[in-house]
């Protein structure tokens, strides 16, 4: 296994029979070495192929949309709106904290 994923499923003699090696540990570094060609192939498709969509003609530029600011301001408020605990906190908390911090940076005379 490397990373969550099965490399190789077999008893350790068939391993090391399979990768023509002398014993298990460089059997699995054999099945280390070709995953990791593999994944280094997978992700140099995949930046060749994401740089080929960018560079379309009706390709959308994705740095700012409304249409999302205003989902997640929806979702969020739906969220609130169920959870009457995270309410009170979204509310109540931050008025709170503001009117701590305002009291802590007035000075104070002294007579």
């Keep these: 296994m490397d990373s969550g994923r099965v490399l190789a499923i077999d008893t350790p003699a068939g391993l090391v029979e399979a990768r023509g090696v002398t014993t298990l540990e460089d059997a699995f570094i054999a099945y280390l070495e070709e995953a990791a060609k593999t994944h280094a192939v997978a992700a140099l498709a995949e930046t060749t ?43 109540f908390g931050t008025t709170f904290l503001m009117l701590v911090l305002a009291s802590a940076s007035r000075p104070t005379s002294t007579i």
């Design 49 to 91: 192929l994401g740089a080929h969509r960018r560079s379309g003609t009706n390709s959308v530029e994705r740095s700012f949309s409304i249409q999302r600011l205003f989902s997640c301001t929806i979702r969020e408020s739906l969220e609130l709106l169920r959870d009457p605990i995270r309410l009170g906190f979204a509310l």
